[in-house]
């Protein structure tokens, strides 16, 4: 690693913490500005309890107070709080219990979707016009107009209710077969977006001047596809991967609340209808750093791909 290199890497770590304290400093304002509050909602709760309980989390002080220590505990301990709703439960827990659905079921989905997408879009590519063209770009521009609710229910109908081949829900009972149709369902916009990347950025790199000089040097066409046009197509793919595996392995709201994942993202759609504070601010400060965390590894592995890239 070079100079210019490392010196890139460290300008982006200082950028990347700037932008988390952004959303932090953003989502913690805007939220305590919604009116109403966690503990209004609950029933028989008294104006003499909800200032009690107020008390006890600390939100009785001025806000710009709870902003200094909520920062404070976040730097100094990594601690997002007791969750508000879930009592005695710590946001981290929650947080952590959630990953561990969230991302085996983002993980798997976006490597599927990044190794079919761009298997397809490197075939409509070299079969540019023809019928399997054709059918493949029908196809893609299906799933990427179609909403995942409702791919997620035709899904769901299809192969749960009127088949029966797959558990309706992703449960601890339904085992790994639970997982396939939300793997499937978060999958397919994804595949869909980056089998057109794949042969937009592929047809572009056919025509290049090096690709007809390796053609006419006798270079074989397995060597031309692979070692060379595929290899310099990634690029456009790679930049559209790292955000979308960051927000897939947090969890898609909707498909976790379709197939009743135990993941983040339930627990995100929980915090807000409840105002639970705390799980608010983790789950959003998680998601803000994976997306800027893989932002970063984009940047560099442009390098890894084409070393003509120089990172400045």
């Not at 913690?28 to 028989?44: D, I, T």
């Not at 066409?221 to 690029?235: C, E, V």
């Amino acid at each position: 690693m070079n100079s210019k290199t490392l010196v890139y890497i460290l300008k982006r770590l200082v950028l990347a913490i700037f932008t988390v304290w952004v959303v932090i400093t953003v989502t913690f304002f805007v939220m305590h500005a919604v009116p109403g509050g966690p503990f209004v909602g609950e029933k028989a709760t008294t104006p003499a309890v909800q200032a009690a309980m107020e008390a006890k989390y600390g939100l009785d002080k001025p806000l710009m107070t709870q902003y200094g220590t909520y920062l404070k505990d976040i730097v100094t301990k990594f601690d997002f709080g007791p969750s508000l709703k879930q009592r005695g439960r710590m946001v981290t827990d929650i947080i952590g219990d959630g990953m561990k659905t969230s991302a085996k079921l983002g993980v798997l989905a976006a490597v599927a979707a990044a190794i079919v997408g761009i298997i397809l879009g490197a075939i409509a590519a070299l079969r540019r016009n023809k019928l399997i063209d054709r059918v493949i770009m029908v196809l893609t521009t299906a799933f990427v107009s179609m909403p995942a609710f409702i791919m997620g229910s035709l899904l769901l109908v299809l192969f749960a209710i009127k088949l029966g081949w797959l558990p309706a829900n992703a449960s601890a009972k339904a085992g790994a077969t639970g997982l396939v149709l939300p793997i499937v369902t978060l999958a397919l916009y994804p595949t869909a977006y980056i089998t057109r990347l794949t042969r937009s950025s592929m047809l572009d790199v056919l025509g290049q001047d090096y690709i007809r000089t390796a053609k006419a040097k006798g270079v074989s066409g397995w060597r031309i596809i692979f070692g060379h046009a595929l290899k310099n197509s990634l690029i456009p793919v790679l930049t559209y991967f790292g955000p979308m595996l960051a927000y897939i392995v947090t969890g898609s709201l909707v498909v976790e609340k379709i197939f009743a994942v135990p993941g983040i993202g339930r627990a995100f759609v929980n915090s807000i209808t409840g105002r639970d504070y705390p799980l608010i601010m983790g789950t959003t400060i998680i998601l803000a750093s994976l997306i800027v965390i893989m932002n970063l590894v984009t940047d560099i592995l442009y390098k890894v791909v084409d070393p003509r890239i120089n990172l400045e």
